[in-house]
């Protein structure tokens, strides 16, 4: 069985217990996706969407948000990781989409990844979950499981989101990103992966799954 071959079949498999697979991060619009995504770096969604719907009631567009204060977002953020960090990127992404792009979320990796707090990987998100774009977000999940099932190998995000674009067919590419992150996040998780209980573990690569349960 080729890399490409293997990686489909294990799509196909996640697909077919997650037909419709989404982000976990709640939003209505691009920007609050845009607020949801930056605020996720190093945090988790849930805690994410605990925050964001009292911030969208503070500042429901990114026109209001680029007129709010450092001391009004940060209190909003203040229970989310590196909330001092984030405040100034909140801000500034505010200020340039405003400026810079007529109140607009960009639809080009270029200039998103101008935005403050953006980089690949957020960009990549946007341009795949709002604009439809075959744009691969490597995130710690997709990172980690990836190589686990050797279905991609390398030592940064890029060169694991370039051996993955090679393999998925490009209308999958989207769906393909939310079935890595959730086969990550809820079974082959980092400290102790569920391979016991793992609906690929037959077509996985890892050399520990059979210490793990996989018979
Ligand atoms: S068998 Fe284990 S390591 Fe392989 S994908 Fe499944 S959970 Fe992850």
């Given amino acids: 069985m080729t890399r490409k071959e293997r990686c489909t079949a294990i799509l196909g498999i996640l697909k077919q217990n997650n037909p419709n ?3 976990e991060l709640h939003y209505t619009q691009p920007y609050e996706l845009l607020v949801a995504v930056i605020l996720s770096a190093q945090c988790t969604d849930k805690r994410v969407n605990l925050v964001t719907p009292n911030f969208f009631k503070k500042f ?3 026109n209001v948000l680029q007129k709010g204060s450092f001391e ?5 953020i203040r229970s989310i990781s590196f909330p001092n960090n984030k405040a100034k990127h909140l801000l500034g992404m505010a200020e340039k989409v ?3 792009f007529a109140g607009e979320i960009p639809n ?3 200039d998103l ?4 707090g953006v980089g690949r990987k957020t960009a990549n998100v946007i341009l795949s979950v709002i604009y439809g774009q075959a744009a691969l977000a490597v995130d710690t999940h997709v990172f980690r499981v990836s190589q686990r099932m050797g279905i991609a190998k390398g030592n940064t995000p890029l060169q694991i989101e370039s051996q993955l674009m090679k393999v998925i067919p490009t209308e999958e590419v989207a769906d393909s990103h939310h079935l890595l992150i959730l086969h ?4 082959c998780t980092a400290r102790s992966p569920k391979c016991y209980d793992c609906k690929v573990a037959h077509l996985c690569k890892w050399e520990g799954r059979k210490r793990n349960g996989f018979e």
């Fill in 113 to 116: 990844v101008k935005l403050p």
């Fill in 108 to 110: 080009e990796l270029e």
């Fill in 98 to 100: 405003v400026n810079d």
């Fill in 184 to 187: 990550g996040r809820y079974v």
């Fill in 60 to 62: 429901p567009t990114v």
């Fill in 72 to 76: 009004e977002v940060f209190e909003l």
């Fill in 21 to 23: 697979p989404e982000t």
